[in-house]
């Protein structure tokens, strides 16, 4: 299917932990982005990036690492989960001026 | 500091009236600006955007207007329907002023549509 995929949907985890996040996407954009959605704040930018091997941090980095070593994956790695990071996560990409999202993860951090 | 503002968490409706959600920016570098609508457990989807340049854009029953010396935009729905009601956010960047492809998004306004 074209589009812009995460896995898992849901996933729950302990303190800790390292966890990692995927994003798979069909159209060969440039640039990819992580969100979080927190009651409160909206939409937070983690990380994007412009290319392969390409990235850079966005509003809310710390904890958080990523790669791009194609261009379709975006994968988004927790190292050590920490409660705070419990959320709801969005994979985006991009075509000229509009960001596609994908159906989000949600993860909780016990 | 909160780039992108949307003051009102929420608003209840009457279906077939008019919708009206307002954003509020402070980056005077902003010159793109979008809405992204979001049902519960789905991705945000794009709706409509609106460049600097212009004041106006409609799509269907969705218009954005936006005033730039007030750095206000704003999303209005005529009419209404209960499948408008879901999480809409408002979206800034910079994209053609200052390089950047980050989008800067508001904190949502939940709408419901009552029919």
């Known amino acids: 299917d074209a589009g812009i995929t995460q896995s898992p949907r849901y996933k729950i985890t302990e303190t800790g932990r390292q966890v990692t996040l995927m994003c798979h996407q069909t159209?060969?954009?440039?640039?990819m982005f992580w969100y979080r959605q927190d009651l409160g704040h909206g939409l937070r930018l983690i990380y994007y990036?412009?290319?392969?091997?390409?990235?850079d941090k966005g509003e809310v980095p710390d904890g958080y690492v990523v790669s791009r070593s194609k261009t379709e994956n975006f994968p988004l790695t927790l190292e050590s989960a920490t409660r705070s990071q419990t959320s709801v996560y969005f994979c985006?990409?991009?075509?000229?001026?509009?960001?596609?999202f994908g159906p989000g993860t949600r993860l909780t951090v016990l | 500091d909160q780039q992108v503002k949307q003051n009102s968490p929420s608003l209840s409706v009457q279906e077939g009236r008019i919708s009206i959600l307002n954003c509020d920016y402070t980056n005077s570098m902003f010159d793109y600006f979008l809405w992204y609508k979001k049902y519960p457990a789905e991705g945000p989807t794009f709706l409509i955007s609106i460049s600097s340049i212009k004041d106006k854009n409609e799509d269907g029953r969705f218009t954005v207007f936006l005033n730039k010396s007030a750095k206000h935009l704003s999303l209005h729905i005529v009419p209404s329907q209960p499948g408008d009601s879901a999480v809409y956010f408002c979206a800034a960047s910079g994209v053609r002023t200052s390089g950047t492809y980050k989008y800067i998004f508001g904190t949502g306004t939940r709408l419901k549509v009552l029919a």
């Open positions: 990036s412009a290319a392969a091997d390409i990235t």
């Open positions: 159209w060969s954009h440039s640039y």
């Open positions: 985006a990409s991009r075509s000229t001026d509009t960001q596609y």
